[in-house]
């Protein structure tokens, strides 16, 4: 597998670990370690705070560009609708919900690249 390393991230991972075996990494998505650190699930007020809160941004490639410095998320609506599209109508979103929501979205990719995002998003 060709090193995959890049200076702005390309997309978001589906999967919550990975060991590369062969070049001596591994990678644990953000997604996975920031939103569910504390426990395997979460709920709607829970997951707003970690996305507002602790998750960091990266201007990404592929997307519209916009600086770390103008990436304060001011209304959580979005969010919340985030939440809704992958929690699927129940109370909680668990770690591998999450993942297996995301892979659909990405649609068998190993990546939701900007595209698939909106797509998912906005359906």
Known sequence: MADQSAARPKWIPVYEYRAFESQGKEHKSKW???IFCDAPSVGKEEFVSKVVNDLSYAPCLGG???AASSAQIEDTAV?????DVLADGKEKLT???MG??????AAGEEGLNWAAFLAAFSA
């Open 79 to 83: 969010v919340e609708k985030l939440f």
């Open 64 to 66: 519209p560009y916009l």
């Open 95 to 97: 770690k591998k919900g």
């Open 32 to 34: 996975s370690s920031d």
């Open 100 to 105: 297996v929501q995301m892979r659909e979205f």
